[in-house]
């Protein structure tokens, strides 16, 4: 029988000691990730407002824009349905329905706001509008031309090909509107964006 020098045997030790450490850490990793998800999830309310604030790497060429242009902190809008999914817009699939973004609990890339005074029935209908909108296409001209509108204070379309004019912050200032509430005044609805609802005086800030 062939034996391994110590030395060899040393090394396989230290290499599959190592490969155990990861993995365990890796779980441990993956488990209080979602602990931390699983606490803000609890937190939330049909009808919250989920603004997320990418790192610089992580933003699409539209929202540079939105950051480099409109100085945007904010540059995407989410809208909680419950049972820890969200509706929002995507560039290839319009709105979907989507689960709450795995690391949701970290501060510096996503707040959550809330409505004052809302009732469940007010809560259920905001939600039930914006389920009405799944599926409809991202109006991506009109969300490349709010970068100038807002930048010139233009308050009115400039295109005749905004069709639908819907993209993520719009789609939740639409939901909401449904019940009677209006995130910013009805003469900003064309230059709405996640940056504005941020500062809307009808929220209030609860992550």
Not at 103 to 117: G, L, T, V
Not at 146 to 174: A, D, F, H, T
Not at 192 to 207: A, F, G, N, P, Q
Request: with cysteine.
């Amino acid at each position: 029988m062939i034996q391994l020098p110590k030395k060899r045997k040393r090394k396989q030790y230290i290499k599959v000691l190592r490969e155990a450490t990861d993995r365990i850490l890796s779980h441990f990793r993956y488990v209080n990730r979602r602990l931390r998800q699983q606490a803000v999830i609890l937190q939330l309310k049909k009808a919250d407002i989920i603004l997320a604030k990418p790192g610089f790497f992580n933003l699409s060429p539209i929202a540079l824009l939105y950051r480099l242009l409109l100085k945007s902190e904010y540059v995407h809008s989410m809208l909680y349905i419950g049972n820890g999914k969200i509706i929002h817009t995507t560039t290839r699939n319009g709105v979907i329905i989507h689960k709450v973004p795995g690391k949701i609990y970290k501060r510096n890339r996503y707040s959550i706001y809330r409505a004052k005074n809302l009732v469940a029935a007010q809560r259920n209908q905001i939600v039930n509008e914006a389920l009405q909108f799944r599926h409809m296409k991202l109006d991506l001209m009109g969300l490349i031309v709010n970068v100038p509108k807002n930048m010139l204070g233009i308050k009115k379309s400039l295109l005749k090909l905004e069709r639908n004019r819907l993209w993520c912050s719009k789609l939740v200032y639409q939901a909401y509107s449904a019940a009677g509430i209006y995130l910013v005044p009805e003469t900003e609805s064309n230059i709405i964006t996640s940056e504005r609802l941020s500062k809307s005086k009808v929220l209030d800030r609860v992550k």
